[in-house]
């Protein structure tokens, strides 16, 4: 059984910082793509970041140069440094991540998310 669990959520004032971490435990051969998704209050799930196995990053246009995606391997972990938070990036952040089962099956699972809010 494979598991995402995400934490580093919180309240904090606009212009602050907050670090996601997502970390993926259970039994598979590697992962591939990870990535933050986010959900707000009445809105569609939306890709803020994703970065593949092999480094490439992407962002969404409403958090660059504001949120930075990394991952380490050795730890199976998706962080997501974002700064200079604003209040419209309140909303549960969802850690997502494609899992290589077998030499020709893989499959993406998501962890439960946490919750951001960002209010003075």
């Known amino acids: 059984q494979v598991q995402l669990v995400e934490s580093g959520g919180g309240l904090v004032q606009p212009g602050g910082s907050l670090r996601l971490s997502c970390a993926a435990s259970?039994?598979?051969?590697?992962?591939?793509?990870m990535g933050w998704y986010r959900q707000a209050p009445g809105k569609q799930r939306e890709l803020v970041a994703t970065?593949?196995?092999?480094?490439?990053?992407n962002y969404a246009d409403s958090v660059k140069g504001r949120f930075t995606i990394s991952r380490d391997d050795a730890k199976n972990t998706v962080y997501l440094q974002m700064n200079s938070l604003k209040p419209e990036d309140t909303a549960v952040y969802f850690c997502?991540?494609?899992?290589?089962?077998?030499?020709?099956?893989?499959?993406?699972?998501w962890g439960k998310g946490t919750l951001v809010t960002v209010s003075s």
């Open positions: 997502y991540a494609e899992f290589l089962m077998s030499t020709k099956y893989s499959t993406g699972y």
């Open positions: 970065v593949s196995g092999g480094g490439s990053t």
């Open positions: 259970g039994v598979f051969f590697s992962i591939n793509a």
